[in-house]
């Protein structure tokens, strides 16, 4: 991500301080993750220290300290998606791209993530893929949807 | 200035206003445990060892002196049966975190904490936020902060920060209750600047 966009990013919220969180989620939804300079860069113009700005990219989920995949995919582990299988889309899910809750694959097209619960139970067993809910799950089904994704 | 009057283990003391009952209480020359208490450091409330009785209008409350202002008529009591049960819970809580600290089993010893009670988690930091606060508050540095959350919130060095602030100052170091702080600088300058580490002692 270029220090420009970022820049234009902190003039938006008018350069406060206060504003910080949205700064960073501004960042990290079109960035996917925080890179080090960019985070140096809105400490700088904002003016709050490098530690606190750590602090609070470290505390909230949200925020990705190393780069994330352009699919982002969210396993409901909830109750309901439990008692439906949702171990076993996660199973499907780990086959296919390789990698574990929490990790990126290498050429950077998928991350995958447990959730604990979306609140759509009645849909369960869910994924959620970029935001888009797919719902019903079978391990089938959940291979197919992992081919449209490029 | 408004004088406030409150009475501290059956003590009268006289408070101003803007004080917290922990103040109060030093002031007057009674001892109130705290880890996380510093004079010159905004009262934080971390480490629950100051957690006083206080009775307004008749009742109770557990609150931590630290961080609780006080107010006129305000009866406090800093020992009692629960108070002493609470400390010590709280004492072998931390002590399951840094077992060998001096500070802690001087304060175990007082309450008759037991050090083994609960299993024994090697972080060592007992997340008072002494040397994270005061490079922020006082040296305004900000090498030093907190990470993560819950239970797996520690403290880290940003290196390009400390290399140049730390070797000079480590005015941190002694505040540190269970020396945990320290390992951690000695980790990040191995890692991040050996060679200024080795310039500095020639």
């Given amino acids: 991500m270029d220090l420009e966009r970022v820049d234009q990013i902190i003039d938006k919220h008018q350069g406060e301080a206060s504003s910080l969180i949205q700064v960073l989620l501004d960042i990290q939804s079109e960035n996917h993750w925080l890179p080090r300079d960019a985070l140096e860069r809105v400490g700088r113009k904002l003016n709050v220290p490098y530690t606190r700005i750590h602090h609070i990219a470290t505390f909230y989920k949200a925020f990705s300290l190393v780069p994330k995949g352009r699919h982002e995919v969210h396993i409901c582990m909830g109750t309901a998606c439990h008692v439906r299988g949702a171990a076993r889309v996660l199973d499907t899910v780990r086959d296919a791209t390789g990698i574990k809750p929490g990790e990126t694959d290498l050429d950077l097209k998928f991350s995958l993530e447990t959730v604990n619960c979306l609140g759509c139970c009645a849909l369960g067993p869910v994924m959620e893929i970029n935001g888009t809910t797919h719902g019903n799950m079978t391990p089938g089904q959940t291979a197919e949807v992992l081919k449209q994704y490029e | ?202």
């Fill in chain 2, 1 to 202: 200035m408004n004088e406030m009057r409150l009475t501290i283990d059956g003590r009268e003391v006289t408070a101003t206003e803007g004080m917290t009952v922990l103040e109060a209480a030093r002031s007057a020359g009674i001892f109130i445990p705290t880890l996380c208490y510093h004079e010159k450091l905004e009262p934080y409330g971390g480490c629950r060892l100051c957690m006083v009785e206080a009775e307004t209008r008749g009742r109770t409350s557990l609150v931590a002196a630290c961080v609780y202002p006080a107010v006129d008529g305000l009866l406090v009591r800093t020992r009692s049966e629960k108070l002493d049960r609470i400390r010590k819970t709280i004492l072998e809580l931390l002590l399951a975190h840094a077992p060998e600290s001096p500070v802690l089993l001087d304060l175990a010893a007082e309450y008759g904490a037991e050090v083994n009670r609960f299993e024994h988690q090697a972080s060592f930091c007992i997340h008072c936020g002494l040397c994270v606060r005061y490079c922020a508050e006082v040296k305004q540095k900000h090498a030093v902060g907190f990470v993560d959350r819950g239970i797996r919130k520690e403290i880290c060095f940003i290196p390009e920060i400390a290399a140049k602030e730390c070797p000079d100052c480590q005015a941190c170091f002694p505040l540190c209750p269970t020396s945990y702080l320290q390992s951690v600088y000695v980790l990040t300058e191995a890692l991040a600047f050996p060679a200024s580490a080795e310039a500095g002692k020639a």
